[in-house]
């Protein structure tokens, strides 16, 4: 089945704490993205990538990582983090040639 | 910066009304247009899009949306509603000039009393 895959579903940190959050699709798209959604203000892009090793900022980058080595995996990287990361993320993917993503699950993400 | 505005935030409907959510762009040039939907605890799908040709587009589960230049709108209706629509829906639009990116609006959630 073709999908994208976010693990883990919630997660609850510490500040300050590391972890990454993985996004994986099946369905050999060149394009990937990270949203995080956050109440009245819609999804908002973190980082995207347009294929391995290109990799560029969204509108909201600040305290996020990413990394592109394989076309399928796309993990999301905070260093460092904070309260004002609680939220809900999404990776999604899109093939070259049609203008429009595949969503996975999200992630919620909860920092105390 | 381009920019997506959704102008309801909230709508509550009875059964078998009449639904119209608006949807404005900010940007002049070529644009692609979604709308998609997020049912309760769920992850984002696409409910319809818009690339070229007939600006009246037809998706899934009865919903429709026009593409008015224009107006820099794409509006999203559905003759009657059911309670199953409940639901959070996301307007959203790439633009040509940055690739692939979508820039989604605030959303409007939408209630549906049975």
């Known amino acids: 089945e073709a999908q994208v895959t976010q693990n883990p579903r919630y997660l609850i940190t510490v500040t300050g704490k590391k972890l990454t959050v993985t996004c994986s699709q099946n369905?050999?798209?060149?394009?990937m993205s990270w949203y995080r959604q956050d109440p009245g203000l819609g999804l908002r892009q973190i980082y995207y990538?347009?294929?391995?090793?290109?990799?560029d900022k969204g509108d909201v980058p600040e305290g996020y990582k990413v990394s592109r080595k394989e076309k399928r995996n796309f993990p999301l990287i905070l260093e460092s983090p904070s309260p004002n990361q609680t939220s809900l993320y999404f990776c999604?993917?899109?093939?070259?040639?049609?203008?429009?993503?595949?969503f996975g699950s999200g992630t919620r993400l909860t920092v105390v | 910066a381009q920019s997506v505005s959704q102008h309801n935030h909230h709508v509550i409907l009875s059964e078998a009304a009449s639904l119209e959510l608006g949807c404005n762009y900010s940007?002049?040039?070529?644009?692609?247009l979604f709308w998609y939907v997020q049912y309760p605890g769920q992850h984002l799908q696409l409910l319809l899009k818009?690339?070229?040709?007939?600006?009246l587009v037809k998706g899934i589960k009865g919903f429709e949306a026009e593409f008015i230049k224009s107006k820099f709108s794409f509006n999203l209706r559905k003759p009657s509603v059911q309670w199953s629509d409940t639901a959070e829906y996301f307007c959203?639009?790439?633009?040509?000039?940055?690739?692939?990116?979508?820039?989604f609006g605030g959303g409007t959630r939408l209630m549906v009393k049975p």
């Open positions: 999604a993917s899109s093939p070259r040639t049609s203008r429009g993503y595949t």
């Open positions: 369905m050999n798209h060149e394009y």
């Open positions: 990538s347009m294929n391995v090793e290109v990799t």
């Open positions: 940007y002049g040039g070529t644009v692609n």
């Open positions: 818009y690339f070229s040709g007939d600006p």
């Open positions: 959203a639009v790439s633009y040509n000039n940055a690739g692939n990116m979508l820039t």
